[in-house]
Nanobody, 118 residues
Framework: HVQLVESGGGVVQPGGALRLSCAPSQTRYGAYIWGWFRQVLGNEREMVATITPGGLTNDAASLKDRFTLSLDTVNGTIYLDMRDLDAEDTAVYYC????????????WGQGTQVTVSS
């Protein structure tokens, strides 16, 4: 079982930057695919980025130039670095973990709100 706790959300002005952090209770990083999803109010959740244990990343095409996911095994943290934020980036951002082999083992954090507003 994996507990995921997101932090770093808040209100930021257009053009600004934020770093979201995810602290998992599970330290067996190599067994999981880690990721960030987001949900705009009224819409379904969409994938932002994922990373495999081997470091292979998969990013949403529309976000890859502005958003960067990284896995820091030293500090036990999954980051999402966001820059040049726009109002359309306003959403609840979720940290996720999915077991590579037993894919039914999928976990979600509670989410952290990011609001881009002047």
């Amino acid at each position: 079982h994996v507990q995921l706790v997101e932090s770093g959300g808040g209100v930021v002005q257009p053009g600004g930057a934020l770093r979201l952090s995810c602290a998992p209770s599970q330290t067996r990083y190599g067994a999981y695919i880690w990721g960030w999803f987001r949900q705009v109010l009224g819409n379904e959740r969409e994938m932002v980025a994922t990373i495999t244990p081997g470091g292979l990343t998969n990013d949403a095409a529309s976000l890859k130039d502005r958003f960067t996911l990284s896995l820091d095994t030293v500090n036990g943290t999954i980051y999402l670095d966001m820059r040049d934020l726009d109002a359309e980036d306003t959403a609840v951002y979720y940290c996720t973990a999915r077991h590579q082999l037993v894919t039914s083992r999928e976990y979600w954090g509670q989410g952290t709100q990011v609001t881009v507003s002047s």
